[in-house]
């Protein structure tokens, strides 16, 4: 193994991604000595990728698209969130097994506690929207802290049908129709689709039943403030973005590969606005 050690992130296309940012962020932040680098992997090079961790300093990686699947076929073993969501984003290899962890739960549950402190204590009722790769980490997350009932809301009934099934009778599919009831109903309401997301289509939910107290969470971060965000805050609930969620699912794995719990500064959250407001200068 050579000294540096050395992580990155790996996918494909890969040129896209904020971890770089916030991960050389967080090694000059603590002077540590180490890489964080950008590993372009198209999908059938995943298995050698998978094997060369452990070798030549590379002390692991986290998974973006197309690999988030096969990351989790790969790795001899799995976190409670991983196994639970059957997805796989961050990898790294201890006592010789490639181990893999699905960090967007943490991720959002970290941001959930920072920016909704005391949510826990009040939300019983939950409705996410959507029902792909984050929809699954966040209704993992949420039931793991003992919320009552999650309604399951997708474009696609069917995914909405299997999610529930997978999470079991605290969790169910709804229609969109059943928005107006489920939202007088919800203590917190979480975007988990593109909708709203800059180049797609706006998301068309009404908070007009949404009680005042109810806790709305976008996972959108680009843009920083969705409508879906302005609109809670128009009615007076707590609500924010997906950007904490993102600058928080990195956490995890620089601690496992570096050694140090990094910290989600305010410098770090300025470093990684102003990177997606160039970005959206530049589109
Ligand atoms: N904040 C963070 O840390 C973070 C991390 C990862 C991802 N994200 C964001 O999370 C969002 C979802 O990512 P993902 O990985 O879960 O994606 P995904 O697995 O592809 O799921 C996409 C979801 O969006 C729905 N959707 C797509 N187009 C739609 C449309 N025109 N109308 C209605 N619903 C539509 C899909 O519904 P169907 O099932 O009907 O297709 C599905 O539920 C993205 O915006 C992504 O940028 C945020």
């Not at 099934?165 to 939202?183: K, Q, S």
């Not at 908070?207 to 302005?230: F, H, S």
């Amino acid at each position: 193994m050579s000294a540096v050690r050395r992580a990155g992130v790996c996918g494909w296309p890969v040129a896209h991604s904020r971890s770089p940012l916030i991960h050389s962020y967080w090694l000059a932040r603590y002077h540590l000595e180490g890489a964080y680098e950008r590993f372009a992997v198209p999908p059938l090079g995943f298995p050698d990728f998978a094997a060369s961790i452990g070798r030549d300093g590379v002390v692991g990686a986290n998974v973006t698209v197309p690999h988030k699947e096969a990351a989790y076929a790969a790795c001899e073993r799995l976190t409670d969130a991983a196994r639970a969501t059957g997805a796989v984003n961050t990898l790294w290899r201890e006592d010789g097994a490639l181990w893999g962890d699905n960090t967007d739960v943490a991720g959002f549950l970290a941001s959930l506690d920072a920016e909704a402190p005391g949510w826990r204590e009040r939300v019983e009722d939950a409705v996410v929207l959507g029902a792909g790769g984050v929809a699954r980490a966040i209704v993992h997350g949420l039931l793991s802290c003992g919320v009552q009932r999650v309604a399951i809301v997708n474009r696609t009934p069917a995914r909405a049908a299997a999610l529930a099934e997978r999470f079991g009778p605290t969790t169910r599919p709804a229609a969109w129709d059943d928005l107006p009831h489920l939202l007088s109903k919800a203590s917190l309401l979480a975007n988990a689709t593109i909708l709203g997301m800059s180049g797609q289509p706006p998301l068309d939910v009404s908070l007009a039943p949404l009680r005042a107290e109810a806790i709305v969470v976008d996972v959108v971060y680009a843009p920083l403030e969705t409508p879906l965000v302005e609109a809670a805050w128009r009615r007076g609930c707590v609500a924010f973005g997906g950007l904490g969620m993102l600058l928080r699912q990195a956490a995890p794995g620089f601690k496992r590969w570096f050694g140090k719990t990094p910290e989600v500064t305010p410098e770090l959250r300025a470093l990684v606005e102003a990177d997606l407001r160039a970005e959206k200068g530049r589109t």
